[in-house]
């Protein structure tokens, strides 16, 4: 496709259950990024990769977030053990190199009931 | 840390009113700036950027000029539409955190007819 493609699109899924958040970034874009963003705020940064490994993995806010991206090219965002709070849209992005303008895809939607 | 202020919303304007929406930010050496503007039901989509002092980058009618002595890259539009009617976010990727855009909080702009 020619954009970032996020799937699902909406999850809503029981606390405690664990959810994996699939980004599909543009054809050859090296870096991919992950940020969550709560209503009436700015996107939060996750996890950045280059490539196939996590350049910086600063933003996960704790060990049940967890993203991998095997072959530098789809990413899954991990959540175990969900909680209420992880409810957010999860955004992706990739960009051509890291230093360059990031394309995001339109979000999942996480609901923890 | 690296930070973006920008004015908070909701701006209310009528159609063809001039728009300004401020940002600051805080970044160690020479960032790189963004606006990203996230329409209704829609993902984040890139506005327009300035790589480096006194550029000036445009899109669509809006453009922002990267002003280091001031550290601002205030968004303006000389005559706004209803279809202008988004939130608006400030955006910095800084030269010591490469792949992590720091955002602002966003402003909603709310054109009427």
């Known amino acids: 496709g020619a954009g970032v493609s996020q799937t699902p699109s909406n999850k809503v899924t029981e606390k405690g259950k664990y959810v994996e958040l699939r980004c599909d970034p543009i054809?050859?874009?090296?870096?991919l990024y992950w940020y969550r963003q709560s209503l009436g705020q700015g996107p939060e940064f996750l996890i950045y990769?280059?490539?196939?490994?996590?350049?910086?993995d600063s933003g996960l806010p704790n060990d049940r977030f967890f993203a991998v991206r095997p072959e530098g090219s789809v990413s899954t965002l991990k959540i175990q053990r969900t909680e209420r709070g992880d409810s957010a849209v999860y955004l992706c992005?990739?960009?051509?190199?890291?230093?360059?303008?990031?394309?995001f895809g339109q979000g999942t939607r996480l609901t923890v009931v | 840390g690296n930070s973006v202020t920008q004015m908070e919303g909701p701006v209310t304007l009528s159609e063809e009113a001039f728009l300004t929406i401020n940002c600051t930010y805080t970044?160690?050496?020479?960032?790189?700036l963004f606006w990203y503007v996230q329409y209704p039901g829609e993902g984040l989509q890139l506005l327009l950027k300035?790589?480096?002092?006194?550029d000036k980058g445009s899109n669509k009618g809006f453009e922002a000029t990267y002003r280091k002595e001031t550290t601002s890259f205030h968004l303006e539009k000389g005559s706004v539409q209803v279809s202008d009617s988004a939130v608006y976010f400030c955006?910095?990727?800084?030269?010591?955190?490469?792949?992590?855009?720091?955002f602002g909080a966003g402003t909603q702009v709310v054109v009427t007819p």
């Open positions: 992005a990739s960009s051509v190199y890291m230093n360059t303008e990031a394309f």
């Open positions: 054809s050859g874009h090296t870096a």
């Open positions: 990769f280059q490539g196939t490994g996590a350049a910086d």
């Open positions: 970044a160690t050496g020479y960032p790189s």
């Open positions: 300035a790589t480096k002092a006194d």
């Open positions: 955006a910095l990727l800084a030269t010591d955190s490469w792949g992590k855009f720091q």
